[in-house]
């Protein structure tokens, strides 16, 4: 019985043994688990954030080696509230910065990215950073346009302006060479010499014509007619009067304008934009002759040094040009056209774009985001 009791217990202690072993090892490698996970994730929380993005005044702009701009601020300030570090990497164009959030060399992308349809499929945005919108970019300023003296004349010549004017000038011709056909014809020695309706009021005409633009070349005889020469005398003063004010007006206009003032003007004309962008889009439906550029500033040299006839990009980059190195040389003309708005990309479901769309709505809400906007772009 002891003997059995014995067996029994020195049975029972080699079978806990081995498994006391394993739960150690289970236990050990438990742990080592944890570590592990923990780690990954602890990592994952604290590892540099690589953040792609490409020079784009004022949005992102490079001075001695180091980034700012109204992009790189933002995310500086998403970064610190996330309290993640970013590890910048400057690409060429849109479209790099695109593929690089696409085959993961990034992990998100921030500059003067428009949200579109097509982009969307592709990735996630964030909410929206700012406004955006497309404008054309000319040279000159509002005083000094640059013209084309020969050009402009013969646009004149076939304005609507000239052809309303040649209207009205045909319709007050018919009254008074009707009064003068009517009295004169009657006239022993009056100034129409035939009693016939189309040659006479031909003359007529003639007559009514030549003393509207300039001076009455024969004077009537009949007392009626010769009221009618003197009234129709002083309603060509006013008309010629009224006429050249037109035309300098036009003319005036048409120097200060330019012969590009808005999208509907880019046909067939040299248009320069960044490679990739959504201008790009936009010029080749609107059949302009488009030159595309990687670097914003090669950009705007193209057009300062006439390569290009405008340039079409993004408002908020050419309003800042036009205030700061453009100042003087280009300009500005039309609306804003085809709006859209700039965000941050991320990959298609990417965990990150939560964390920064409550990062970006904090800095809104205690208004770090108008500080950094004002900086850039001045008050709204
Ligand atoms: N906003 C434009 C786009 O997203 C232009 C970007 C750029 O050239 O950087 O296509």
């Known amino acids: 019985m002891t003997r059995l009791h014995q067996a029994t217990n020195s049975c029972a202690r080699t079978d806990r043994l081995p498994l006391s072993v394993a739960a150690g090892l289970a236990r050990r490698l438990m742990l080592a688990l944890l570590i592990c996970v923990t780690w990954s994730v602890a990592h994952a929380e604290t590892a540099k954030l690589r953040v792609a993005t490409r020079i784009v005044p004022p949005m992102v702009v490079e001075k001695n080696g180091v980034l700012g701009g109204f992009s790189i601020e933002l995310w500086n300030s998403i970064g610190r509230r996330l309290n993640r570090e970013t590890e910048y990497l400057v690409l060429p164009d849109v479209r790099e910065l695109l593929d690089a959030v696409e085959n993961g060399r990034a992990d998100l992308a921030i500059a003067a990215i428009s949200i579109t349809a097509e982009r969307e499929d592709r990735f996630d945005f964030s909410l929206p950073i700012m406004n955006s919108g497309l404008q054309i970019l000319v040279r000159g300023t509002a005083v000094n346009v640059e013209t084309n003296p020969l050009r402009e004349l013969m646009q004149l010549f076939f304005s609507r302006?000239?052809?309303?004017?040649?209207?009205?000038?045909?319709?007050?011709?018919?009254?008074?060479?009707?009064?003068?056909?009517?009295?004169?014809?009657?006239?022993?020695?009056?100034?129409?010499?035939?009693?016939?309706?189309?040659?006479?009021?031909?003359?007529?005409?003639?007559?009514?014509?030549?003393?509207l633009a300039t001076q009455a070349d024969q004077m009537p005889r009949h007392w009626m007619a010769r009221i009618v020469a003197v009234l129709w005398m002083f309603t060509g003063v006013v008309f010629v009067a009224f006429y050249t004010a037109q035309l300098t007006a036009s003319l005036t206009v048409q120097q200060i304008r330019g012969p590009i003032n808005g999208p509907?003007?880019?046909?067939?004309?040299?248009?320069?934009?960044?490679?990739?962008?959504?201008?790009?889009?936009?010029?080749?439906?609107?059949?302009?002759?488009?030159?595309?550029?990687?670097?914003?500033?090669?950009?705007?040299?193209?057009?300062?040094?006439?390569?290009?006839?405008?340039?079409?990009?993004?408002?908020?980059?050419?309003?800042?040009?036009?205030?700061?190195?453009?100042?003087?040389?280009?300009?500005?003309?039309?609306?804003?056209?085809?709006?859209?708005?700039?965000?941050?990309?991320?990959?298609?479901?990417?965990?990150?774009?939560?964390?920064?769309?409550?990062?970006?709505?904090?800095?809104?809400?205690?208004?770090?985001?108008?500080?950094?906007?004002?900086?850039?772009?001045g008050k709204r």
């Not at 670097?295 to 700061?324: E, G």
């Open 161 to 211: 302006t000239l052809l309303v004017w040649l209207g009205i000038a045909l319709l007050l011709i018919l009254v008074p060479a009707h009064l003068m056909f009517l009295v004169e014809r009657t006239h022993h020695s009056g100034i129409i010499p035939t009693k016939k309706y189309f040659p006479g009021i031909f003359h007529a005409m003639f007559w009514a014509a030549g003393t």
């Open 264 to 377: 509907q003007d880019l046909v067939g004309k040299t248009v320069g934009t960044t490679r990739g962008s959504t201008a790009t889009a936009y010029l080749n439906d609107v059949k302009a002759q488009m030159v595309e550029f990687e670097k914003v500033d090669d950009l705007y040299d193209a057009l300062v040094s006439q390569q290009l006839d405008a340039v079409v990009f993004d408002a908020p980059a050419l309003l800042y040009y036009t205030t700061h190195d453009g100042r003087g040389s280009a300009r500005t003309v039309g609306e804003v056209f085809h709006r859209e708005d700039y965000g941050i990309v991320f990959p298609t479901g990417s965990p990150l774009r939560k964390q920064v769309n409550e990062a970006l709505l904090g800095l809104r809400e205690n208004d770090t985001y108008q500080r950094i906007y004002e900086e850039w772009f």
